[in-house]
């Protein structure tokens, strides 16, 4: 016998009755009150932990059932089953394997599902939004990062004719133009931004020996571009961020972040190689050698490391730059023997 | 007839345990994912249910109706509501001005309607509570006064939120009865001028302090930002709640600073620390620290409520405010 306390839904007084199953027919029985409903009209409300479970009638009552081992033993005795759902959330052994379960999709999305659609996605963004993003992105790094190029306006032209003359691949849809700066924090370099700007640093252009090289390692910005690494990079973050920010509840910051990843712009070894693989087809065709840009990356490998050496006493916030440029371009040899296989 | 004697206090219980509720959110927040979010709404019926059937008074516990079905759906157009936000400002910001007017224009609408399928949806001793508030006065309130706030540089902010708690206690219905609400706008001033007191306060601190080269007291900042937190998160429920009323029994709150902050700070330790299977213990933890400190100064026999009309609300609304972070809580 299981005992109750009925509500008839009219008001709020509490009634003791006892339930049972005769037949298919639910039956109340308490002071001066006995009802009788069709078992299969009776909703049962789901097992939650230890929480009382209503059985509500067609007629607005209800009952609150406490006694969850005799309720449980009459609706098995009636043929009811367990949901899955239910088992699963009463077991420890559940709660374990979800957990792991949970920690292995995240790994596995993170790994694989998070860059392929990111670069689904990247692929089918608007012009005008990667026009914007590479316009807000450069007033950005000129406000915090970046200063008035040194270069005369000669110079400057010769490059720019030079990177003009490469003949882009067959594939290629974007408008191309270098911009020029310099940045004595960030040492000798040059970057893509989503628009298909290349922001080009004296103290790269100061570290060639001819305009050749400079032109390869325009060709390996242009791969990052034509195959939208900043964007990926981008979705690829907020994707993280707006994760992270759902979790903890707070969307406001989301926004923010989106300067910072371009900032970092540390592209995966992945994206690296689909870029090196861009320049050395694009130099190809130009019929100029790829070992034009293994130079090139040899020297400013070099160059950021002395500056490491260097910073490491100086103590300069500068060497979190340096730093993160080598982490983001990792495994030079391996990439100059890609590249330029003829050489020692 | 009432008979008035001694109010008897009724303190709200709550029975809920972490590692029971750890069970069921770690099931249900694995198949949310495998299921790309879908069965979220299962999981925020089940969550629900749990808070509401273990949170009890006067020895029975409430118990939480809405139908996930619904919920769903509502979530269905929120997220088609997103969209269309976030295709707007990828167009143009005109275009994102448009939209952002035409969701001020609907949000009270959607809040009326969320808070019907809320109080609809909920029960107590096998009576509903429901929402009898006007779309015309939510407009007031949740548009009106926000933009009036918004003209007087925040100015109206204790006023405004006056007004929006006493629209939403004072059409709260349970069975026939309604609720009902005389905390004063002057009392919610008070609170909000402590607020900017305390909060200029520490600013002048933090000023003083590094000008005068004590970086390490600066660490007390965070500390102190914490209680003024505290604060605004103690003082205006235990406010809002002790002007509360339902018929002639009436609402206290007691909750303290101190304890708050404690269980605020070191829930945010475990859920950093764990990675985030804290989270389902934190809610318990905060849920009855808030639940155990409210009570209810009966006149007379809980017994008494009797039913009033029901009206039908779906989940549309509730879901779309819970999208766009504007989900009011009651």
């Given at each position: ?124 963004v608007p012009d005008a939004v990667l026009q914007k993003m590479g316009n ?58 989503p628009d ?149 | ?88 400002a990828a167009i143009s910001p ?237």
């Amino acid at each position: 016998m299981l005992t109750a306390r009925y509500f008839d839904g009219k008001t709020t007084a509490a009634r003791a009755v006892e339930l049972s199953l005769e037949g298919q027919e639910w039956v109340l029985r308490g002071d001066d009150l006995e009802l009788r409903y069709p078992f299969v009209q009776v909703q049962i409300s789901e097992r939650l932990g230890n929480t009382p479970r209503l059985l509500t009638f067609s007629d607005g009552g209800q009952c609150e059932v406490t006694d969850h081992a005799v309720l449980d033993q009459m609706l098995h005795a009636a043929g009811v089953r367990r949901s899955w759902v239910d088992g699963m959330q009463h077991s420890l052994g559940w709660a374990l394997i979800a957990s792991l379960a949970i920690v292995a999709v995240l790994i596995a999305s993170y790994v694989y599902l998070l860059p392929w659609s990111a670069s689904v996605i990247a692929k089918r963004v608007p012009d005008a939004v990667l026009q914007k993003m590479g316009n807000s992105t450069l007033d950005t790094l000129d406000k915090f990062m970046l200063q008035p190029s040194k270069l005369d306006a000669v110079r400057q032209q010769a490059l720019v004719d030079a990177y003009a003359k490469l003949q882009p691949l067959a594939d290629s849809n974007m408008s191309y133009h270098i911009v020029f700066r310099s940045s004595p924090r960030m040492g000798p370099n040059a970057f893509a931004l989503p628009d298909g700007t290349i922001v080009m640093l004296d103290e790269l252009v100061a570290l060639t020996e001819n305009d050749d090289e400079i032109v390869a390692v325009l060709a390996h910005e242009r791969g990052h571009i034509e195959q939208r690494h900043a964007m990926r990079m981008v979705l690829q973050s907020s994707a993280v961020g707006l994760m992270m920010t759902w979790y903890m509840g707070d969307v406001s910051t989301l926004l923010a972040t989106v300067p910072a990843v371009i900032l970092q712009a540390s592209y995966s070894r992945d994206m690296e190689r689909e870029s090196d693989e861009y320049a050395e087809r694009t130099l190809q065709l130009n019929s100029l050698s790829p070992c034009l840009l293994a130079t090139a990356l040899e020297k400013l490998e070099a160059a950021h490391l002395s500056r490491n050496e260097k910073l490491k006493t100086t103590k300069d916030d500068a060497q979190d730059v340096a730093r993160d440029y080598l982490s983001s371009h990792p495994a030079t040899p391996e990439r100059i023997r890609q590249m330029c296989p003829e050489r020692p | 007839m009432q008979t008035h004697q001694q109010p008897q206090e009724h303190a709200f219980e709550f029975t809920g345990s972490g590692w029971e509720f750890f069970k069921i959110w770690i099931v249900n927040l694995l198949l949310s994912i495998l299921t790309l979010g879908i069965y979220s709404a299962w999981a925020k019926v089940r969550r629900l249910q749990y808070f509401y059937r273990n949170t009890r008074l006067a020895d029975a516990s409430f118990e939480y109706h809405g139908l996930p079905m619904s919920i769903l759906k509502g979530r269905l157009i929120a997220f088609g509501l997103l969209l269309v936000y976030y295709a707007a400002a990828a167009i143009s910001p005109v275009l994102v001005i448009i939209v952002l007017l035409l969701i001020a224009a609907v949000m009270p609408w959607l809040i009326v309607r969320s808070l019907r399928f809320k109080l609809h949806n909920s029960s107590y001793r096998g009576l509903r509570f429901s929402f009898a508030g006007s779309d015309a006065a939510a407009y007031t309130v949740f548009l009106l006064f926000p933009f009036l706030t918004i003209l007087t540089l925040l100015g109206l902010a204790p006023f405004t939120h006056q007004r929006i708690k006493q629209y939403q206690h004072s059409n709260g219905q349970f069975g026939d009865t309604y609720f009902n609400f005389d905390a004063s706008v002057g009392s919610f001033y008070g609170i909000y001028l402590r607020l900017l007191g305390m909060v200029v306060g520490l600013a002048i601190l933090a000023g003083v302090l590094t000008v005068l080269g004590l970086p390490l007291m600066l660490m007390l900042l965070p500390v102190a930002y914490l209680f003024i937190a505290g604060y605004y998160a103690v003082r205006l429920p235990n406010l809002i709640w002790n002007g509360t009323g339902l018929g002639e029994h009436t609402f206290y709150s007691r909750l303290e600073i101190k304890p708050y902050v404690w269980i605020f700070f070191t829930n945010m330790l475990g859920i950093i620390l764990t990675l985030g299977l804290f989270v389902p213990f934190a809610q318990i933890r905060m849920m009855r620290y808030k639940i155990e400190n409210m009570g209810l100064m009966a006149q007379g026999d809980l017994a008494e409520f009797v039913a009033g009309q029901s009206q039908d609300a779906n989940a549309t609304g509730e879901e779309t405010a819970e999208m766009f972070d504007l989900d009011i809580s009651l």
